[in-house]
């Protein structure tokens, strides 16, 4: 019968003396409910440990409240135009859904707010309606841009989809150049 390998007092000793507490530490569990040892998790009544409350920096919370208050005066624009010219209504009405989704996107971020303002002064004619709304989209895209290249991760993805909107609705607002009859 071959002999069964043996651990010498000398090695276990030695192994002990490189790992300081090993020994004492093995059998230690404090994740047990009810351990009092100092920095033992406790969980709560219900056996789940509390959930951490995840904190937005506040420098997104600001860009993403300045975006919602400048997407807020572009749907105040929309309603405006729509109502004083109601032959605009099918044209402006994919604007007016986006800009809706955009401002409940930006508001899911705990702190986000947006800021009412009061209702722009809509010109006196449908050309000229259009016109203001298309130079106010591609200055808000310009804004969002802006804003996006100076946060990451979502809050950046988000205004830069949000610009990418605007300046296609600037595009699709902006009235037509008549061509040159020469």
């Not at 899911?108 to 130079?135: M, Q, R, Y």
């Amino acid at each position: 019968m071959p002999a069964e390998p043996r651990l010498s007092r000398r090695s276990v000793i030695a192994t002990a003396a490189l790992v300081p507490g090993a020994v004492a530490l093995a059998g230690c569990k404090d994740d047990q409910p009810g351990s009092s040892t100092p920095g033992a998790v406790n969980p709560t009544s219900s056996g789940k440990p509390p959930e951490e409350t995840p904190t937005v920096d506040p420098a997104i919370v600001a860009a993403l409240s300045t975006a919602a208050a400048q997407v807020t005066q572009l749907s105040l624009m929309f309603a405006g135009m729509t109502r004083k010219f109601p032959a605009l209504r099918t044209q402006l009405a994919a604007g007016a859904k986006y800009h809706a989704s955009h401002l409940a996107k930006l508001k899911e971020t705990a702190g986000v707010t947006a800021a009412a303002g009061k209702a722009p002064v809509v010109p006196s004619s449908s050309a000229a309606a259009l016109l203001a709304l298309a130079n106010q989209e591609k200055a808000m895209a310009i804004a969002h841009t802006t804003a996006a290249a100076k946060v990451s991760g979502a809050p950046a993805r988000l205004l830069a989809m949000i610009a990418a909107a605007e300046t296609q609705l600037a595009t699709t607002l902006t009235p037509k150049k008549k061509a040159d009859a020469s």
